[in-house]
């Protein structure tokens, strides 16, 4: 398995993952969630892709990524035993982090027809044993079996591009990245920008790895 994000994602100790998970939730307007036993960190771009991020009180972490343009989308579908097979392989202590739980706007809910069972849904499940991370099973052998793209369908390489794995993540650098694809019309416009990601990062400074 060969993809430079995931390779940089894998190189990333975990408390830098976090950090940045922490600073993307905040810059989207997400309100982290404590669930038993997790916390929940998410980003989203208000056009239906996420990714939501549960870091385990036992220093394990959850990934769910989304696309709802990708033909991983399954609660288009609304394939239930599809989506739970993407978790085959993941431990039942973390996949219960979103199993029967409440939805919300990143991880709608889809039903088991027959016991009425509800799982969060997601085109990209990957996990953190502590010591490094794994994609499910069953999201690898879909992908074999359908020739499907495993980073790119699950919208695993267009949720995490803004989490900078792999390179510098300041908001000196964030406000580069974005100047560089026009988003700010001017140098005012930039340095304001600027200013505001400055006081986001320093929200998080005590996420930052020792």
Same mark, same amino acid.
């Given at each position: 398995m060969s993809n430079a994000m995931?390779? +940089?994602? +894998? +190189?990333? &100790?975990?408390?830098? $993952?976090? @950090? @940045? +998970?922490? $600073?993307? /939730? /905040?810059?989207?307007?997400v309100a982290p969630v404590t669930?038993?036993?997790?916390?929940?960190l998410a980003w989203n771009d208000r056009g239906g892709q996420s990714a939501v991020w549960y870091f385990a009180e036992d220093g394990r972490a959850l990934l769910l990524t989304f696309d709802h343009?990708?033909?991983?989308?399954? =609660?288009?579908? !609304?394939? =239930?035993?599809?989506?739970?097979s993407f978790y085959k392989g993941v431990p039942e202590s973390l996949v219960t982090? $979103? @199993?029967?739980? &409440? #939805?919300? =706007? !990143?991880s709608l809910n889809l039903t088991d027809p027959g016991t009425g069972r509800t799982i969060h849904y997601a085109g990209g499940v990957f996990w953190y044993d502590g010591t490094r991370w794994h994609v499910s099973d069953g999201l690898t052998e879909y992908c074999e079996d359908?020739?499907?793209?495993?980073?790119?369908?699950? %919208? *695993? %390489?267009y949720c995490l591009d803004s989490y900078r794995f792999g390179q510098d993540f300041t908001p000196e650098a964030v406000v580069k990245a974005r100047s560089e694809d026009g988003l700010y019309e001017d #140098?005012? #416009?930039k340095e304001a920008a600027l200013l505001t990601l @400055?006081? $986001? *990062?320093?929200r998080h400074d005590h996420d930052a790895p020792l």
């Open positions: 995931w390779d +940089a994602l +894998a +190189a990333t &100790p975990l408390p830098e $993952v976090r @950090r @940045r +998970a922490a $600073v993307m /939730d /905040d810059l989207a307007g669930v038993p036993g997790a916390h929940r343009e990708s033909d991983l989308n399954l =609660y288009a579908e !609304e394939d =239930y035993d599809l989506q739970e982090l $979103v @199993r029967d739980r &409440p #939805e919300n =706007y !990143e359908e020739d499907a793209d495993l980073f790119a369908d699950s %919208g *695993f %390489g #140098e005012e #416009e @400055r006081e $986001v *990062f320093a």
